[in-house]
């Protein structure tokens, strides 16, 4: 398993920012996707956006507009950059990683962290 470590979680109002990271302890050079999921109490699971190692990105059309993705390949890093939050975005936010858009979703045969949690209070 390939540890990957978010951060930037955190509480904020709606119509806030915040932007998260995903730190991997390897090389982002050998990960073909890479993307953000989330899981809100009480739902699913479900991708937010996620980037190739070409940089081609895809988002969730919840949050098409609102966030960008984008990774680093030298720091080993992913970032995603979330605007005009609204408290329906509220959930736990997970990253993945993956050579496959299937591996990348499933939570065994993929990398992923251990989540960091968003707050968006009204």
């Known amino acids: 398993q390939v540890p990957l470590v978010e951060s930037g979680g955190g509480l904020v109002q709606a119509g806030g920012s915040l932007r998260l990271s995903c730190k991997a302890s390897?090389?982002?050079?050998?990960?073909?996707?890479m993307g953000w999921y989330r899981r809100a109490p009480g739902k699913q699971r479900e991708l937010v956006a996620h980037i190739t190692r070409d940089y081609i990105t895809n988002y969730a059309d919840s949050m098409k507009g609102r966030v960008a993705i984008s990774r680093d390949n030298v720091r080993n890093t992913v970032y995603l950059q979330m605007n005009r939050l609204k408290p329906e975005d509220t959930a736990v936010y997970y990253c993945?990683?993956?050579?496959?858009?299937?591996?990348?979703?499933?939570?065994?045969?993929?990398?992923w962290g251990q989540g960091t949690p968003v707050t968006v209070s009204s």
């Open positions: 390897i090389s982002l050079f050998s990960i073909n996707y």
């Open positions: 993945a990683g993956g050579q496959s858009i299937t591996t990348m979703s499933s939570e065994t045969s993929g990398y």
